[in-house]
């Protein structure tokens, strides 16, 4: 059987999608990736035992046609061709849609070629887009409609024949939200890390060499108000005006959108040596960071979208033993107090987080204890080789009707 997966991006920075391929593809499933190009890159180029099928088009066209695709839906219309010359040019007996906004596409295309389709829910969209301050600002909200997305999301997603999403609490709000949904077609597939992989990469134990007897607060990720970052930062002041010894370590890129808030928020840390940013870092080298790191963080603003899963940085986090501080969005605040691994605080309460690093910095083996346990449920149950079992079955199911 060969599956067809669509992406709207250039695929090379996204784990998810390269992870669940490599997964199907080594139980013996064709798989192919449709995704966008970048200038000189080879149309078709094998990876990992699956092809990966790039389009002559780039970020910009999807940038300005996904801007207006709620009132001239040119975006969906022309991924419709693409993907019906897709399907019929590999053979693709179920397509794979990524994300909610490919569905109308997804489905359109499936139905002409007379093809079963499965849609691979990353976030709860309609609530995600609403921390786009790019869609909300006018009169871009004029165009881009945010709203419309959620009867979007009420019309298609009864339509896929499988749907895939990040945790239970995900599928229990669609199960709420959407009466008309089978809840034995919805699967899940959380974001959890391949960790043979990442256990292979080398620790660098001189990767921070400013240390010196400082601790270290590491967080990993996008950079934006939505994230948490600004609370955190500002934790981070209060700690040392507190005459703590800390060092806030942030590895990741700036929303283009609040970069001269962030480099505001930072300056006077930058200056000092008490703030460093990176706004990229090589994968292999998150292990190494981890490791010379004394608490690990996921700050992300308690709302709806965040409430649909958890983010890979967190179980990366734990599985090379560091105790995190998240906020209290529902699942990962439940994987945190379920197994003890860390603390969890109140969403974008700047007080609560700064005593919950205060308590960890003054109990050392309780937080050394908290990082042993997150390590164990990686290793036990949120990784790979777990994960992927229910996207073999759910393959498995569509093959077998």
Sequence with gaps: ?????????ELDGDVRVNNEAQSLAKNGFGVFILCLGKPGQVSEKKRNQYTIVRLSIGKNWRNKTFFFANTIPVFHMQWKRFLIRFIKNYNIDILHAHDLYMAKSAYQAAKSTGIRWV?????NFPAAVYGYRW??????????????WKKFEKKYLHKADSLIVLSEYFKKDLL???????????????NVPDTDKLMQYPINKDIFPVKQ??????????????????TLIEAHKRLLHKGRDVKLLLIGPVDKAERDNFDKAIRKGQLN??????????????PSYITASDI??????????????????VFQYLLFESPIIVSNCTPQKHLVENVACGLVFESENVEDLQDNIEYLLDHPEEAKKMGIRGKEIVQNKYNLKIMRKNLIRMYEKLNAN
């Excluded at 607060?217 to 994230?227: D, T």
Aim: aromatic content about 12%; charged content about 20%.
């Design 1 to 9: 059987m060969n599956i067809g997966m669509v992406v709207d991006n």
């Design 119 to 123: 849609l691979d829910l990353h976030e």
């Design 135 to 148: 869609a909300l600002k006018f009169p871009n909200r004029i165009f881009t409609r945010p709203q419309a």
């Design 176 to 190: 709420k939200k959407h009466s008309d949904l089978d809840a034995s077609k919805i699967y899940i597939y959380s």
């Design 213 to 230: 007897n400082s601790k270290i607060l590491f967080y990993f990720g996008g950079i934006a108000k939505r994230r948490g970052i600004f």
């Design 273 to 286: 040596g008490s703030i460093i940013h990176y706004a990229w870092k090589d994968i292999s080298l998150l």
């Design 296 to 313: 690990c963080f996921s700050p992300i603003v308690k709302n709806a979208q965040h409430d649909s899963g958890i983010a890979n940085k």
